[in-house]
């Protein structure tokens, strides 16, 4: 099992006093040094530029792989992917990696004005403009219809890599096709539950085989954070954190399936949460995720998520109880799991305990 750690830009929006960017990096170089094995950052449309963050990250680690989790083709045409991934790679000496989804359409079609055209289709046309570019000649056209109209340009960077890792995220069984096909990897989104992995996880590698690739090459990321707790109070804020991540997440069109569970009605649980958050009304405005905190009642939704479901899929509790599920999680095929910082995020020996805690 490898682990990871995921940024998100929400300590950013949060900042007034224009400490958080340093903090980051100060973050990201204590992981680094006590062997965290990948950090990722995240990118959603109202947020910050993930290879901007990412490059300075790469100045102030060795060993982390370095990806986005996840981008997009809607805000970054392909071209500018493939000069994104290769500058990153060479200033992190060969340790870029490409998390890449379609996003919330809704976002990018009704918000921002992007035509999105069959998201799909978007994904695999973008895939295959990148590990172009990144193969001798380096030049690439597209074919006749496609949505890209790339004509023998090519591209003068590549990445250090001879083809950086591609991984898609993917729910729904097209998405998890088009990764057996052409992708490394596959990322699954926060909380997704162990009897969507059982499933898919065979069929990818499944699909992947019937391809005429090799299975065993695909990594499986989870994006659900470990969560070590000491006691009541700090189980009680990991429960609440992972009902404020299902209330704004999981009740996104297509993010259902990841969380069906046995034993809990999750359809009416994801439809009353969807009610109090406004969560339809909310997206068919063209708002994101600040336009969803502000217009819904978070309390009372994060109220109406039992904490058995969520202990069921996130992976929360005391050492014994975390060791437990990463193993199940590692029956299952998944090989990277993300950490949840220590209180002393900062500091490389409180991430060497960590990690060490972890790995035994």
Known sequence: MRFTLDFSHHSWARDREGRAPARTLDIARAADAAGIDAIWVSEDPEGWDAFALLGAIAAVTTHAQL??????PYPRHPNLLAASVATLDRLSAGRAVLGLGRGQTEWHRDALGVDTGEPLAVLAETIALLRGWWAPPHRVSSPDGARFRVRDWERAVSPLQTQAPILLAAAGPKAMQLAAEAADGVIFNLLTSGAFLAEAIPRLRASTEAAGRDPESLCFVLRTTIDVVTDDASERRALDRAKSIFALVSTLPGMDRLVSLAGFDVPAILDEVRTLIRGDETLAAGGGFPERRRQGDLAAARQAIPDALIREL???????????????????????????PPDDAVSTEAWRRLLGDLRQ
């Open 67 to 72: 990806g986005t989790s996840v981008t997009s």
């Open 314 to 340: 996130g992976i929360i509790g005391d050492l014994a109880t975390v060791r437990a599920r990463l193993k199940s999680l590692e029956r299952l095929g998944v090989t990277h799991v993300a950490v949840m």
